[in-house]
């Protein structure tokens, strides 16, 4: 089962900065949860919210954001003693930190329509070349965001994330095309992660923190554990 960090490493840097990224390869993991959104000027941006203020304390949405507003807000608000200025990365800064490694899972947020989640795409698949295909597994919550890949014949994996209705996701994800399905913790057990891996699709489980429920998936066979704490995981895993 492979660590994956979450934003990063969300518990142990500031998430989704570069810093966070490097802090993550310094501690030699080399598999990333991030997240992505396009701004009002096309940029690609690594964020997780749609507001700055739970990071930075300033309170802008980043659908009013261009790249160079976002420059000027540091997200170290929760991380006061932060070695270092902590910007909203563009995608390709990020990219650049994570080139080695063997496993990504970029999280492109929900849009607000499918013209949005074409556009975005199609500014995804101008970045990214085919270098990062057997790296990286683009996911989603938002199925408009899955069916796009899908009409653009992505040829990136995708996989979708759940956090409600259990019941239909294994069907929801492979009618898009999906390799995968990132299960939220508490929706995670024994019988859905078989009966994912039955239909043909590697399981990810976002968020685990503690060591006894990580080595309880590790046992159930989990592919991939998402977490706020790899350090931690290391020690156990």
Same mark, same amino acid.
């Given at each position: 089962?492979?660590? +994956?960090?979450?934003?990063?490493?969300?518990?142990?840097?500031?998430?989704?900065?570069?810093?966070?990224?490097?802090?993550? #390869?310094?501690?030699?993991?080399?598999?990333?949860?991030?997240?992505?959104?396009?701004?009002?000027?096309?940029?690609? !941006?690594?964020?997780?919210?749609?507001?700055?203020?739970?990071?930075?304390?300033?309170?802008?949405?980043?659908? =009013?954001?261009?790249?160079?507003?976002? @420059?000027?807000?540091?997200?170290?608000?929760?991380?006061?003693?932060?070695?270092?200025?902590?910007?909203?990365?563009?995608?390709?800064?990020?990219?650049?930190?994570? #080139?080695?490694?063997?496993? +990504?899972?970029?999280?492109?947020?929900?849009?607000?329509?499918? +013209?949005?989640?074409?556009?975005?795409?199609?500014?995804?698949?101008? #970045?990214?070349? =085919?270098?990062?295909?057997? !790296?990286?597994?683009?996911?989603?919550?938002?199925? =408009?965001?899955?069916?796009?890949?899908?009409?653009?014949?992505?040829?990136?994996?995708?996989?979708?994330?759940?956090?409600?209705?259990?019941?239909?996701? +294994?069907?929801? @994800?492979?009618?898009?095309?999906?390799?995968? %399905?990132?299960?939220?913790?508490?929706?995670?057990?024994?019988?859905?992660?078989?009966?994912?891996?039955?239909?043909?699709?590697? !399981?990810?489980?976002?968020?685990?923190?503690?060591?006894?429920?990580?080595?309880?998936?590790?046992?159930?066979?989990?592919?991939?554990? %998402?977490?706020?704490?790899?350090?931690?995981?290391? #020690?156990?895993?």
């Amino acid at each position: 089962m492979q660590i +994956i960090g979450h934003r990063g490493a969300r518990n142990e840097a500031p998430e989704n900065t570069l810093g966070g990224f490097q802090h993550l #390869k310094d501690l030699g993991i080399t598999a990333v949860e991030f997240d992505l959104r396009q701004l009002q000027d096309q940029t690609l !941006v690594v964020i997780h919210d749609d507001d700055l203020e739970r990071t930075t304390g300033i309170q802008y949405p980043i659908i =009013k954001c261009d790249v160079t507003q976002l @420059a000027q807000h540091n997200h170290c608000k929760l991380w006061p003693h932060w070695y270092q200025y902590e910007p909203t990365p563009v995608l390709e800064q990020v990219l650049n930190i994570i #080139k080695d490694f063997s496993h +990504i899972e970029l999280e492109i947020k929900a849009v607000a329509s499918m +013209i949005d989640a074409q556009n975005l795409v199609q500014t995804l698949h101008q #970045k990214l070349s =085919k270098d990062w295909q057997d !790296v990286l597994v683009i996911t989603s919550f938002d199925e =408009k965001v899955l069916q796009a890949l899908q009409h653009e014949n992505s040829p990136f994996k995708r996989g979708l994330l759940v956090e409600d209705q259990p019941e239909s996701a +294994i069907h929801t @994800a492979l009618k898009l095309g999906c390799c995968q %399905i990132g299960w939220l913790n508490t929706l995670t057990t024994r019988q859905r992660v078989q009966d994912t891996h039955q239909a043909g699709l590697k !399981v990810s489980v976002w968020t685990v923190n503690e060591p006894e429920r990580a080595l309880e998936l590790q046992h159930w066979g989990v592919d991939g554990l %998402i977490t706020d704490v790899p350090s931690l995981m290391q #020690k156990y895993l």
